[in-house]
């Protein structure tokens, strides 16, 4: 990864979600519609054009136009995004310790023997990658 993207509030990061989610490019009234249905946000069109205009500037989405409408589509892939929210948070909040992570997610709780034998296949897979 060349350079470190910018970490999106909350709201913005929702209507990525939409866009990224579409496989065609949106228009805003559709992702106002997801939003309102899948989200259960009640967001205005002024509230959403805010976000979207915000997205813009910050080099995530862009549009074109077809008519009257904008139509959107993403320029950061959310994989992408996702692996560099994921290390951060674990740089962050674990120092990149694993210990500290699986502590943190069980919080003292047995994990069934399935969830452990997911695990440990990860882990193995994890380890060949290194060899």
């Known amino acids: 990864m060349d350079k470190s993207l910018e970490r999106l509030p909350e709201a913005e990061y929702i209507v990525m979600q939409v866009i ?5 490019p949106i228009k805003t009234s559709t992702i106002l519609t997801k939003l309102h249905e899948e989200q259960e946000k009640d967001w205005n069109i002024s509230t959403l054009q805010s976000l979207l205009s915000r997205l813009q500037q910050r080099g995530f989405i862009d549009f074109s136009n077809e008519g009257r409408f904008k139509l959107y589509f993403p320029l950061i892939d959310q994989e992408l995004y996702t ?7 674990f740089h ?9 992570l699986f502590a943190s ?10 969830s452990l034998d997911e695990l440990t296949e990860i882990i193995k897979h994890a380890g060949k990658q290194h060899d």
Do not use: A, D, Y
Not at 20 to 24: A, K, P, R
Not at 83 to 89: H, Y
Not at 92 to 100: E, L, V
Not at 105 to 114: F, I, V
């Open 92 to 100: 962050r909040f674990h120092h990149n310790s694993f210990k500290s």
């Open 83 to 89: 692996k560099q929210e994921t290390e951060s948070f």
């Open 20 to 24: 990224w989610q579409s496989e065609h």
């Open 105 to 114: 997610l069980t919080g003292g709780k047995k994990l069934s023997k399935e």
